[in-house]
């Protein structure tokens, strides 16, 4: 019933930016979590960034922490993570992910999410 479905990822020089849009139906999407996961080559999927329901604080990776900004809106049943000051080790494909409302703790599990986007992937290069 719920579909998420990731978009605007691409090739970007280290420094610069990119933004990931993320498009959720199916779901109660104004209380539901939504969050942005990113998995490398021989890689665990990271978390990166989650916010537990509309107005509510977004929670960041320490890793993209003051360079990247997720954002929702509800109008457009929507989520995006605006990425600054790429760097190269930022390359991943990048999953948008939505569950009914998580707990703070549970926010960075990936395993707590029932619903998952087929990935988009970011490259940044130098």
């Known amino acids: 019933q719920v579909h998420v479905a990731e978009s605007g990822g691409g090739l970007v020089p280290a420094g610069g930016s990119l933004r990931l849009s993320c498009t959720a139906s199916?779901?109660?999407?104004?209380?539901?979590?939504m969050a942005w996961f990113r998995q490398a080559p021989g890689k665990e999927r990271e978390f990166v960034a989650a916010?537990?329901?509309?107005?509510?604080?977004?929670y960041y990776s320490d890793s993209v922490k003051g360079r990247f900004t997720m954002s929702r809106d509800n109008a457009e049943n929507a989520v995006y993570l605006e990425m600054n000051m790429l760097k190269p080790e930022d390359t991943a494909v990048y999953y948008c992910?939505?569950?009914?409302?998580?707990?703070?703790?549970?926010?960075?599990?990936?395993?707590?999410?029932?619903?998952w986007g087929r990935g988009t992937q970011v490259t940044v290069s130098s």
């Open positions: 199916g779901g109660t999407f104004n209380q539901n979590t």
């Open positions: 916010n537990r329901r509309t107005g509510e604080n977004t």
């Open positions: 992910a939505e569950n009914r409302r998580l707990i703070i703790s549970a926010l960075g599990m990936p395993h707590m999410y029932n619903y």
